[in-house]
């Protein structure tokens, strides 16, 4: 079943407010196995994420409107995690920043725009570009994937629909068959909630083997807040040893846990 076939709930404008939490709900359990039966072909994609990261380049998303949106969240979200710059996941939208909040009428329908928005990046083939899309036919991604594959660089795609047109220009394409919306046609409810999954595991996973969590921690996360500069105390003590007060000074003079960690390992005899 396509993203766009007709929802199998009717007459919801009849429906009270549990009933519709319930039907939403029964949709969105459906998420979970979808994406697990896409799990051989995400670490496949996390490992040309992890390739291309791991000898310097760039991890590219690209989308329109609810796509482009969640690759910008997931972007947004690794510098502060895991500590990385801020060019190293980029996230981009058809239609540009403004379009995150406003919807930028036929900017999806530019086959042209979006390698165009991404050599204002100065895309290489040291990178790798992942298209999102739920329908897997928006121009827009298309077009920018195509041109990237002509020229060397590394693509992948993200999408919820199987044997989409996205497919034959992606050297990795999940394809997570979602079906039928619980609104007809509204992709920003189960495929959005399923595509977030995806970018959840690759840029997780790909972080993870980057080094940037040791056991199960952020050791490279930025302290840009109370709560966190607590937890990265915490992570000081249990690695040390030491006592609150100094694992939070060193914290704060060190600037992450790994650095305040590594400088009380070299003190020590």
């Not at 791991?54 to 609810?66: D, I, P, V």
């Not at 190293?88 to 042209?112: C, H, L, N, Q, W």
Request: glycine fraction near 10%; aromatic fraction near 4%.
């Amino acid at each position: 079943m396509h993203t766009e076939s007709s929802s199998g709930h009717r007459n919801l404008e009849a429906l009270d407010f549990l009933s519709l939490v319930r039907g939403i709900n029964q949709e969105d359990a459906l998420c979970h196995q979808r994406v697990a039966s896409e799990a051989s072909h995400i670490a496949a994609l996390c490992e040309l994420v992890f390739s291309r990261l791991q000898a310097g380049g760039r991890l590219f998303y690209m989308g329109a409107g609810t796509s482009g949106r969640l690759g910008i969240v997931d972007a947004s979200e690794c510098p502060p995690t895991y500590g990385v710059p801020f060019d190293k996941v980029i996230g981009i939208i058809a239609g540009g920043d403004g379009a995150i909040r406003k919807a930028v009428e036929f900017a999806e329908d530019d086959e042209e725009q979006g390698f165009r928005d991404l050599e204002a990046y100065g895309v290489n083939t040291q990178d790798v570009v992942i298209g999102i899309a739920a329908s897997g036919r928006t121009p827009y991604v298309i077009g920018a994937l195509r041109k990237c594959q002509s020229l060397g660089i590394a693509t992948g795609g993200v999408v919820c629909n199987k044997g989409s047109e996205m497919k034959s220009v992606c050297d990795v394409c999940v394809e997570v068959e979602t079906g039928p919306e619980f609104v007809t046609g509204s992709t920003r409810m189960k495929a959005g909630t399923a595509t977030k999954m995806v970018l959840n595991m690759i840029t997780t996973s790909v972080m993870i083997r980057l080094g940037h969590v040791k056991d199960n921690k952020m050791i490279d996360m930025q302290l840009t807040n109370y709560k966190l500069i607590a937890r990265g105390t915490n992570m000081v003590m249990e690695a040390t040893g030491l006592l609150e007060a100094e694992a939070k000074t060193r914290l704060l003079a060190a600037g992450s846990v790994r650095k305040a960690v590594d400088q009380w390992l070299s003190e020590q005899p």
